[in-house]
């Protein structure tokens, strides 16, 4: 009758719910784990596509970008990566472009913007250190995303809630 009818609906808020469970518990995991820094030259070039985008509207890189040195939260400097000589190029109009598809620094824009707002709301920490460690938060957001997805994927192949748990736990741990 009504009652199964209704049981399907029901399982698909639980498993709505325990997908954003299972995104939570890793965010938080991946977030509590996560160094807050670009760590390589893929990264810089990337985050430096996202700033270019966000702060000038256009996809190059100006040349005073290339050498991004890695800081510290107030600012000091550490070593430059040079984002030049191994992710950039000279494009026909002479400007420098990052050899990687725009995809990730424009996946990477929210999170720009969230740290443009930390800035305002941390005064004494540099802005350019809260927009690159916002910018640093897509990955883990973006994992944890997947963990949900596979948890969601393996409840749709009829597999139980909690074969399903373990199938998202494996994967994201």
Do not use: H
Not at 45 to 57: D, I, K, L, N, P
Not at 146 to 159: E, K, P, V
């Amino acid at each position: 009758g009504m009652n199964s009818a209704m049981r399907p609906a029901a399982r698909d808020i639980s498993s709505r719910r325990l997908a954003l469970e299972v995104f939570l518990f890793f965010l938080f995991l991946y977030l509590l784990t996560a160094s807050g820094r670009i760590g390589n030259r893929d990264g810089e070039a990337m985050f430096q596509v996202t700033r270019s985008m966000v702060e000038r509207g256009r996809f190059d890189v100006p040349s005073e970008s290339v050498l991004a040195a890695s800081v510290g939260p107030r600012g000091a400097e550490g070593d430059s990566l040079s984002f030049a000589t191994e992710t950039a190029s000279r494009g026909v109009d002479g400007n420098l472009y990052a050899v990687y598809g725009l995809g990730q620094s424009l996946a990477s824009v929210p999170f720009y913007y969230a740290g443009r707002l930390m800035a305002v709301a941390l005064p004494e920490v540099s802005p350019f250190f809260t927009t690159r460690f916002a910018v640093v938060l897509l990955n883990p957001a973006v994992s944890a995303l997947t963990c949900a997805f596979l948890f969601l994927f393996a409840r749709s192949l009829g597999l139980a809630g909690r074969s399903s748990m373990v199938v998202a736990l494996v994967y994201g741990a």
